[in-house]
């Protein structure tokens, strides 16, 4: 099945985000590592958090797309049906 750029864009933005989670989660806990594992922790759970807020966004963006495009289906099809009545 061939993916169009939309579908193409959002899966390479949800493979980065998860980079970034992973990445950002690592460095965050590193750099504060000096205020002490309590709050390195802490901070680190925060930022994965919040960074989770993200995939999820792009997430809901990508099931609305398929929703939409199944919805122009639908339609299409229940046209056809009452233009053959």
């Known amino acids: 099945m061939q993916k169009?750029?939309?579908?193409?864009?959002i899966s390479f933005l949800l493979g980065t985000s998860w980079a970034i989670v992973l990445f950002g989660a690592l460095i965050t806990f590193n750099i504060l590592s000096f205020l002490g594992f309590s709050l390195a922790l802490f901070i680190t759970v925060?930022?994965?958090?919040?960074?989770l807020f993200m995939i999820?966004?792009?997430d809901a963006?990508?099931?609305n797309r398929k929703r939409f495009q199944e919805s122009k289906?639908?339609?299409?099809l229940l046209e056809e049906i009452l233009s053959q009545k």
């Not at 169009?4 to 864009?9: C, E, G, N, Q, S």
């Not at 289906?73 to 299409?76: A, D, S």
Request: cysteine-free; overall charge positive.
């Open 4 to 9: 169009d750029k939309f579908d193409r864009i």
């Open 56 to 58: 999820l966004a792009l």
């Open 73 to 76: 289906k639908q339609t299409k």
């Open 46 to 51: 925060i930022f994965v958090v919040i960074s």
């Open 61 to 63: 963006f990508s099931i």
